[in-house]
């Protein structure tokens, strides 16, 4: 009887191996080696492209048995826009064995009893829950992620409106050529990054939160600090996060699979806590001068979907803060420091942008795109 049922369940995992090997031993889209070392990445596809043997789209080989997965890298852009236009390729990845896990990282770091404690029980949000997924980039491509487009289309609509747009990007940009300014170039050069973080940071604070601070404010510092240790974690937690929804729940909600990766998750929703704990405080300021008729930022906005719209939990709203800051500042900031590190290899460029730039203001007080 004992071999029947061990012969049952041989016949049983093997025929599922083979059935995993088939799909992907005969798959329409190529593999094709990928490293998880952002530069040496950057440099082998570069080679590869010039090379022509770039695939438009491939599997990537990350690690063993990377290959038996559905993880797609495109590398065209064309391709890509295609590939977007159907709406269920833009979905992050979620399902509900993520959400489980989501879950299980709230109440194990505690996020949920600090959200009570600073916003109180009676808060909408606290009334919410902690929410459908972890915010405005994350979850599936349906109504409720068009709803925070909406709310975001609509915030910058109306501070563009009161000029209030202007303001936070001249008081940031202020700022950071005062920086830059009081820096000064040296024979080795600088690096602007750290003062194009602080840039981007600002204008998110004004859009998100109505405010905008000085570079050296401690609160500043300390998002900019906590800001590094979620990029130094993020890869691991969201690799985490992806196997999460791949691997059978007593597998990944195991604790001793927990305690894998703790050092981690540690790290990170220590950061996480504290940036929490900036956004909630946020909410209480907020709440005290909410005026339905006459949102001030994005919070605001917010708030008051959250009183009709019960996915917009806790969670959620500090989950899309902490990822306006996240997505905004690392982008803009690399991008504005490698439009340096070109400029300072272009004296000429310089010259010309400098004279564009002047003659605008001559002539119309202002810098004009057309000029
Ligand atoms: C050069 C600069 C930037 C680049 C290259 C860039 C790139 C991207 C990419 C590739 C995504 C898609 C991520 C995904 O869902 O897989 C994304 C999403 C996003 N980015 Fe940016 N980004 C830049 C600047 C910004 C700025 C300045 C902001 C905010 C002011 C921002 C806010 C966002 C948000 C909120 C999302 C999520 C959108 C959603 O899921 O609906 N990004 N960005």
Same mark, same amino acid.
């Given at each position: 009887?004992?071999?029947?049922?061990?012969?049952?369940?041989?016949?049983?995992?093997?025929?599922?191996?083979?059935?995993?090997?088939?799909?992907?031993?005969?798959?329409?889209?190529?593999?094709?080696?990928?490293?998880?070392?952002?530069?040496?990445?950057?440099?082998?596809?570069?080679?590869?492209?010039?090379?022509?043997?770039?695939?438009?789209?491939?599997?990537?080989?990350?690690?063993?048995?990377?290959?038996?997965?559905?993880?797609?890298?495109?590398?065209?852009?064309?391709?890509?826009?295609?590939?977007?236009?159907?709406?269920?390729?833009?979905?992050?990845?979620?399902?509900?064995?993520?959400?489980?896990?989501?879950?299980?990282?709230?109440?194990?770091?505690?996020?949920?009893?600090?959200?009570?404690?600073?916003?109180?029980?009676?808060?909408?949000?606290?009334?919410?829950?902690?929410?459908?997924?972890?915010?405005?980039?994350?979850?599936?491509?349906?109504?409720?992620?068009?709803?925070?487009?909406?709310?975001?289309?609509?915030?910058?609509?109306?501070?563009?409106?009161?000029?209030?747009?202007?303001?936070?990007?001249?008081?940031?940009?202020?700022?950071?050529?005062?920086?830059?300014?009081?820096?000064?170039?040296? &024979?080795?050069?600088?690096?602007?990054?750290?003062?194009? !973080?602080? %840039? *981007?940071?600002?204008? #998110?604070?004004?859009? =998100?939160?109505?405010?905008?601070?000085?570079?050296?404010?401690?609160?500043?510092?300390?998002?900019?600090?906590?800001?590094?240790?979620?990029?130094?974690?993020?890869?691991?937690?969201?690799?985490?996060?992806?196997?999460?929804?791949?691997?059978?729940?007593?597998?990944?909600?195991?604790?001793?699979?927990?305690?894998?990766?703790?050092?981690?998750?540690?790290?990170?929703?220590?950061?996480?806590?504290?940036?929490?704990?900036?956004?909630?405080?946020?909410?209480?300021?907020?709440?005290?001068?909410?005026?339905?008729?006459?949102?001030?930022?994005?919070?605001?906005?917010?708030?008051?979907?959250? &009183?009709?719209?019960?996915?917009?939990?806790?969670?959620? !709203?500090? %989950? *899309?803060?902490?990822? #306006?800051?996240?997505? =905004?500042?690392?982008?803009?900031?690399?991008?504005?420091?490698?439009?340096?590190?070109?400029?300072?290899?272009?004296?000429?460029?310089?010259?010309?942008?400098?004279?564009?730039?002047?003659?605008?203001?001559?002539?119309?007080?202002?810098?004009?795109?057309?000029?």
């Amino acid at each position: 009887m004992i071999f029947l049922l061990l012969g049952t369940l041989l016949v049983l995992v093997f025929g599922r191996l083979l059935q995993v090997w088939l799909k992907y031993k005969f798959h329409p889209i190529p593999t094709y080696s990928f490293t998880l070392q952002k530069a040496q990445n950057a440099k082998d596809l570069a080679a590869a492209f010039k090379k022509g043997d770039l695939p438009k789209i491939f599997r990537p080989k990350l690690f063993p048995f990377s290959t038996y997965s559905n993880f797609y890298v495109i590398t065209d852009f064309d391709f890509m826009k295609e590939a977007f236009a159907h709406k269920e390729l833009s979905n992050r990845d979620y399902n509900e064995k993520i959400k489980i896990d989501t879950k299980r990282n709230i109440e194990y770091y505690k996020l949920d009893k600090q959200a009570i404690e600073i916003l109180g029980q009676n808060d909408q949000l606290i009334k919410n829950g902690p929410g459908y997924n972890t915010g405005l980039a994350d979850g599936l491509y349906d109504d409720f992620h068009r709803k925070f487009r909406t709310i975001w289309y609509e915030t910058t609509k109306k501070l563009t409106g009161r000029n209030r747009i202007i303001e936070i990007i001249e008081h940031s940009s202020e700022s950071v050529n005062r920086i830059l300014g009081e820096k000064g170039s040296k &024979e080795e050069g600088i690096d602007p990054k750290t003062v194009f !973080v602080n %840039g *981007t940071m600002n204008v #998110i604070t004004g859009f =998100a939160f109505g405010t905008t601070f000085e570079f050296d404010d401690p609160v500043f510092k300390m998002l900019e600090d906590e800001l590094k240790i979620i990029f130094e974690t993020i890869i691991p937690i969201l690799l985490k996060k992806t196997a999460a929804g791949k691997l059978p729940l007593f597998v990944s909600q195991n604790w001793l699979y927990q305690k894998l990766w703790k050092s981690t998750t540690d790290k990170y929703y220590g950061s996480v806590k504290k940036f929490n704990q900036f956004c909630f405080e946020n909410v209480v300021k907020h709440r005290e001068s909410l005026d339905r008729s006459n949102p001030r930022d994005f919070l605001d906005m917010l708030l008051i979907e959250a &009183e009709n719209e019960p996915r917009l939990g806790f969670d959620v !709203v500090a %989950g *899309t803060a902490l990822i #306006i800051y996240a997505a =905004a500042s690392d982008t803009l900031a690399n991008t504005l420091t490698w439009l340096c590190a070109v400029l300072s290899d272009r004296p000429h460029v310089q010259e010309k942008m400098y004279e564009e730039i002047m003659n605008s203001i001559e002539t119309d007080n202002e810098i004009k795109k057309e000029n």
